[in-house]
């Protein structure tokens, strides 16, 4: 009844009723007000008010992200920036949209994925706002927005792997923090070069870059940069120190950083942060062993993501899923969850830990005899390495394909022992410790079953005795008791 009134009135003087509601709701209700902007907004909208209504559908937009409402908060800001182009243009609007379009991306990058189109396009119109704001004379955006924006052309390059583009991006940002030497600039430029380096290979020079952005971070200072930056920065360089960490051979370190990054998360209550941390966190509890905690992650985060309309960390949470049901003996059911969770992951424009889903779809093929799967797969996984510049899983590739090699019915030990040491060769470039161990324990099996236990735990032996932690961790412990049998 209400609807069918509402369409009889003619626009003027509905119009003029919207217009009443606002002006009551700001003269008599005004905490109603203020606490749901979003209502005033709407009158405002309806009476023609644009310039109002404009302000308020931003500031709704705005506190729609802080409290996690991401697709609220996309469908606000949209609006927002449809009625500022509505109104001449002046130096307080072309401000406006700045901000605004920043927000929107940031709030796109959850809800579509870091690198979808929708994405890239809000990224750009960002700049393009920059860019007609500077040809005009008007001063930059302030420093957190103008680097958000420089953030984001880095993630897009970073979630859809492009190394070479990554490490530039990620150079030219930390050269002007430098440049500026303000804590901002500098903590979050030293955060994207230790994931480029990192994820690239160069693993030390990654760990080293997130200590000097750990070292920066204050979390009561920086907290408010989550909703430009994506999420948290501190949080986020404790979950790539983390990776750092295990590849570098200490397993400890990298199980406190991920502890300490899923707290934080908690403690922050952004769910963009906390969907971050927790799509990362799994991995370190495949490598080392703890499943059932990984389990209780996955499930979390595809809760989340899926309560939050986020397309890329729901993909990711799939996609681990098909992992770990790969690591705990249940091949046939990880790989039909594997194909599906990939084609998501990809619709979202992310190659990112690509290789590495690859080599795990390919132990799972080989784990049922389908070694023709198993070698297409793991081809994928080692050309995505070479093409993208993601190396820092390339020992763990060549080291799975040397398990395959050994599954053929006649096993090719030959070529299986090829790839065991290319895995040594890589692993021992990039200092990845643990990925080391690994390819030293699968070739030590290899000498033991062609009768050389004694060149099988001289190569071990140095390998295991480097470590000085995480001795309860699977690699560890199967490390030790191999030796054992070779001694005996």
Known sequence: ????????LLREPRRALHGRVAETLESQFAEIAERQPELLARHCTEAGLIDKAAALWGNAGQRSLARSALEEGTIQLNRTLAQIAALPSTAVL??????????????????????????????DQARLYIERAETLGEPPPEDPLLLSVLYGFWVVNYVAFNGHATRELAVQFLALAEKQRRKVPLMSGHGIMGASLLLTGDIAGG????????????????????TRFGQDVGVATLSYRSFALWLLGFPEAARTDIEHALKNAREIGQAATLMHTLAHAPWTDFWIGTYNVADTLIEEVIALSSEKGALMWKACGL????????????????????????????????????????SYLARAYAELGRLNDAWRCISEAMTA?????????????????????????????????????????????????????????????????????????????????????????????EAKALLEQLAS
């Open 94 to 123: 072309r401000r406006d949209q700045i901000k605004f379009q920043c927000a929107l991306a940031s709030a796109l990058m959850h809800t579509k994925g870091y690198a979808a189109p929708e994405t890239k396009a809000s990224l």
């Open 319 to 358: 996609m681990h899923r098909g992992i770990l049901l790969a690591l705990t003996g249940k091949a046939a059911n990880a790989i039909p969850i594997n194909h599906s969770a990939m084609k998501a992951v990809r619709s979202t424009g992310t190659t990112l830990w690509m290789p590495s889903f690859l």
């Open 207 to 226: 760990r080293a870059h997130c200590d000097q952005a750990i070292a920066l971070y204050n979390r009561a200072e920086h907290r408010p940069l989550a």
């Open 1 to 8: 009844m209400q609807d069918a009134a509402y369409g009889t």
């Open 385 to 477: 390495v070479e093409t993208s510049k993601e190396r820092w899983c390339e020992a763990e590739v060549n080291r799975i394909a040397a398990e395959i090699a050994l599954k053929s019915p006649e096993p090719e030990t030959a070529k299986a022992e090829a790839y065991f040491e290319r895995a040594l060769s890589v692993a021992r470039a990039q200092q990845a410790k643990s990925w080391e161990l690994r390819a030293a324990i699968s070739l030590a099996r290899l000498w033991r079953s062609q009768g050389k236990p004694q060149q099988a735990r001289d190569l071990l032996a140095p390998v295991y005795g480097w470590f000085t932690e995480g001795f309860d961790t699977r690699d560890l412990k």
